[in-house]
T-cell receptor, first 114, second 114 residues
């Protein structure tokens, strides 16, 4: 069964304290791995898509990396406005039926204190 | 703003009742997805429509149904509501590039069943 596990569930950082969030996945065939940011009461907001092992994507203080079994979201010198829940999701290869839907992890709730 | 519109933002109803949630996808997007988000289960895929046709089904209960209309807006119908149906319901539309579907989420409908 396709599955996504994120750790830690919650992370508290001081402003400027860099860290990483982990996303482990098992999927029959990976078409893409996605990172989303979700603020309270809002819908997930797209951050990155990674397609193959070794790939990296960056956006401001965020950097996402991908291996064959997991992805990391590195946060460098975070600011309070980076506080949010970060969701990881995988999209499986379509073996005949449409599997465009994403399988989400439960997320990591990040709090950055000034 | 993702360009996906969901109404209403909040819905309070009683057990046994029926409600309809509405979604307008981004201009030009043919696919619509419905997701349910609860505290314990995270984001769960319910159903996908593509250009008016059902494309994929996830963990959608028999009491729930959806449809997509010729103008591409979609409705999610929830009937015989139970307390456990209280959750955030998200609609997303997608664009496909190179075989990858990137989802854009609306801001959700918060359903409270009392």
């Amino acid at each position: 069964e396709d599955q996504v596990t994120q750790s830690p569930e919650a992370l508290r950082l001081q402003e400027g304290e860099s860290s990483s969030l982990n996303c482990s996945y098992t999927v029959s065939g990976l078409r893409g791995l996605f990172w989303y940011r979700q603020d309270p009461g809002k819908g997930p907001e797209f951050l990155f898509t990674l397609y193959s092992a070794g790939e990296e994507k960056e956006k401001e203080r965020l950097k996402a990396t991908l291996t064959k079994k997991e992805s990391f979201l590195h946060i460098t010198a975070p600011k309070p406005e980076d506080s949010a829940t970060y969701l990881c999701a995988v999209q499986a290869i379509d073996y005949g039926g449409s599997q465009g839907n994403l399988i989400f992890g439960k997320g990591t709730k990040l709090s950055v204190k000034p | 703003d993702s360009g996906v519109t969901q109404t209403p933002k909040h819905l309070i109803t009683a057990t046994g009742q029926r409600v309809t949630l509405r979604c307008s996808p981004r201009s030009g997007d043919l696919s619509v997805y419905w997701y349910q988000q609860s505290l314990d289960q995270g984001l769960q895929f319910l159903i996908q429509y593509y250009n008016g046709e059902e494309r994929a089904k996830g963990n959608i209960l028999e009491r729930f149904s959806a449809q997509q209309f010729p103008d591409l807006h979609s409705e999610l119908n929830l009937s015989s509501l139970e307390l456990g149906d209280s959750a955030l319901y998200f609609c997303a539309s997608s664009s496909r590039t190179g075989g990858i579907e990137k989802l854009f989420f609306g801001s959700g409908t918060q359903l409270s069943v009392l």
